[in-house]
Structure formats: structure tokens, C-alpha cells
């Protein structure tokens, strides 16, 4: 499962993470923000060039922030997480959404997370 910020204006944190549906576009993930439509962008950074590690268990997306960001804005400046170091939320119903078509589609892998459940270390 690809998760992405959007553009460089939107804040780099747990309440602005989007995925991408098969129409190609981002929607935001966190239930403030189900509001909005889709977005169709010209640039998104992927979450984990921010050093921010994700999974999904029972519709609850987990993340853990501490990696090193390799993320920069346009000018080659660093740009860094600016969330919690842990988070924890129920995802809207877009993710419900996205995760039915990619089923009937038999593509698992764009819902399934490969890396391993977040532990207190």
C-alpha cells in the first residue's frame, strides 16, 4: 500500500496522508479530512521518504515516525516530518473503498502492507 503528501504545501503529518485509487487520483485517509474529493497532483511524496513506517490492522492505520527524511521541498531544502512520532487512527471510508476495488481487481498487494506490525522498542 502506496501512501503519499501531497504537493509540498500540505504539512507533512499523520492527518494529511493520502493514497492513490485506480482513477489515479489521492484521497486523504484521516476522517478530518474525508471531506475533500479527490485530488489529482503533479507531485506527492511518498510517506516513507519522510522516515515514516506504516501498517494497517482492522481498518486502523499505525505509524511510527524516527526514520531519516530524504524528503526536500523544490529549492533542495530538507523537508521533515512534522507529526507525531506515533499515531494512530481509523481510516474513513475511502480506504474501505479503495480496499473493495483493489479486492474485485485481485490486486492484494496494493492493500496488503509487507512490512511488519509497529512494536515499542
Known sequence: MKLFIVNTFDRPDQRHITIRKADGLLYYLHPELEQWKGMSVTTATPLEDFGVACHVELGILHGIAGGESSAVYTDGRSRK???????????????????????????????????PPITNQ
Open 81 to 115: 516530518w512534522q507529526g507525531a512520532e506515533r499515531f494512530s487512527f481509523v481510516m474513513n471510508k475511502r480506504f474501505l473503498e479503495f480496499s473493495s476495488e483493489a479486492l474485485r481487481a485481485g490486486d492484494e498487494d496494493a492493500i496488503s502492507d509487507k512490512t
